[in-house]
Structures are given as C-alpha cells and as structure tokens.
C-alpha cells in the first residue's frame, strides 16, 4: 500500500519573527485560505514560537539573529512553488499579497513589491522613511529600477529566488533580493500598499541607530560587483599592501 502524500500548498508565507506574540494572531488571521504561514522563530523569548503553532503556523526556528539569517530559514524550508514575506508586526495585511501572486503566476512579473503607504500621521518614523529614501534613490541609480521603497511585503517564484543565490543575513537581505534580480533582468513591479501602525518597537528601524545599521548593512550589498562581473583588482603599495 502506498504512503500518502500531502501536496505541497499553493503558496508558502515567510514570516521572520522577533518576541511578535502581541500580533501573531491578527497577522495568522488573514493568511489567505490554502496558503502556508511559515513563521521563523528568531530566538523569541515572548512564546511567539508556540503561540504560531497553536494558531495552525507551521514554525522553524533560526538560532543565527538577523532579518536575512530569518529569511533564508524560512526560504530553505518553503516548499511551494511561489513564496511571500510578510513582516510579522501587524504593520502589513498579508492579504495584500493575493494580487502579487497573480502576477508572478501569470507570469507579468518575476518580483512583486509592496511600496509601502502609511496608513496615518506617526506611522512611519522620519529616521526610517528618510533611510529609505536615500536607499531607494541609491537602488535606482545602481538597478535602473524604478522603485520607491524597500518594503518587506513581496512575492516571487521558489526555485528562482534560491537561484539568486542571497548571501546577507543581516538587514541587508531585502535589498540584495532586489539587487540580484535585477542583474539577473527579473521583471520587477511595485505596487501601493497601506502601511498600518505596528504591534511592539521595531527591531531594525525603530531608532535612529538602528536605521543606521540597517544603511550600512545595505550600503555594503549596493558595493557588490553586479553577477557575473568579477570584482576590480585592489590597488597595491610598493609594500604589496591592498589600499
């Protein structure tokens, strides 16, 4: 007698988690029918972990810290052929994704973007949005791409995004997606989605010195050589010393 096999789901959610059980189950709520919620623990130490599973998440647990290191747990564990990230604060409805995967199925775009729109006054720091913008025109300037944000609301197909091969497992992540799928010639689309007030601080720019992380993190994923073209030659001392 054969085993039974259960079918991959339609669509796979990552969800990188940091002490989020404040808005796990508004954000578990509307994860939409016959999609997936991967929630990656993060080394929470609020009971996110247990929380999302009794809510029905499926959860995998990331001991290395960092947005990317979070990201590409839940990527490696994904099983669909289409994936989503999702901030887990509250911040962003996942059923906002629902038009994104249309149209990474239909096959009109390669990465779908959520541009994000705050929802009211305070909602988005000056620190974050003024970080974001500098990178966003930054972005522009080395892709060609014209995107206004960075937001963490996305989809794109499986297999294709382990192609791009990500190796940042800090803040930068997110922007090395972007990065390398646009030398890779992705079709890549930004659409408007609204921003809402988050559950908790944020871990990445809920201060000025966080948003400066996560500039440099990304500052340094912008230094890369696009794929495919080898890095330039250090230029050396008579000492034979890289400048």
């Known amino acids: 007698m054969s085993a039974v096999t259960t079918p991959p789901p339609s669509v796979d959610v990552i969800l990188p988690c940091l002490d ?12 939409p029918p ?21 809510l029905g ?28 990230f999702c901030d887990c604060d509250a911040s962003l409805d996942p059923r906002r994704l629902l ?9 009109t775009s390669d990465l779908v973007l959520g541009r994000r729109r705050p929802a009211g006054p305070g909602v988005w720091p000056v620190h974050a949005r003024v970080g974001n ?15 206004h944000d960075l937001g963490p609301l996305r989809a794109a197909r499986r297999t294709a995004l382990l192609g791009l091969d990500l190796t940042d497992r800090r803040s930068g992540y997110p922007l090395q997606m972007v ?3 646009a030398d890779a010639g992705w079709r890549i689309a930004e659409h408007d989605v609204p921003y809402l007030p988050r ?16 500039v440099r993190d990304m500052r340094r994923v912008l230094a890369e050589p696009p794929a495919g073209r080898p890095a330039p030659a250090p230029v050396l001392t008579p000492e034979g010393r890289a400048r």
């Open 133 to 147: 913008l500098v990178l966003s025109r930054m972005v522009r300037r080395r892709t060609g791409v014209p995107l």
């Open 179 to 181: 990065v390398r799928a």
């Open 34 to 54: 016959g999609w997936r919620a991967l929630v990656v623990d993060n080394g929470s130490t609020d009971g996110s972990a247990g929380l999302a599973r009794d």
């Open 199 to 214: 559950s908790g601080a944020s871990k990445v720019t809920g201060t000025w010195r966080g948003t400066w992380h996560a």
């Open 99 to 107: 038009p994104f995967v249309d149209e990474v199925r239909a096959g």
């Open 57 to 84: 998440a499926d959860v995998v647990h990331e001991a290395r810290r960092g947005f990317g290191a979070a990201c590409r747990a839940g990527l490696a564990a994904a099983e669909a052929d289409i994936v989503c």
């Open 20 to 31: 989020e059980a404040e808005a796990l189950p508004w954000v578990l709520e509307r994860i």
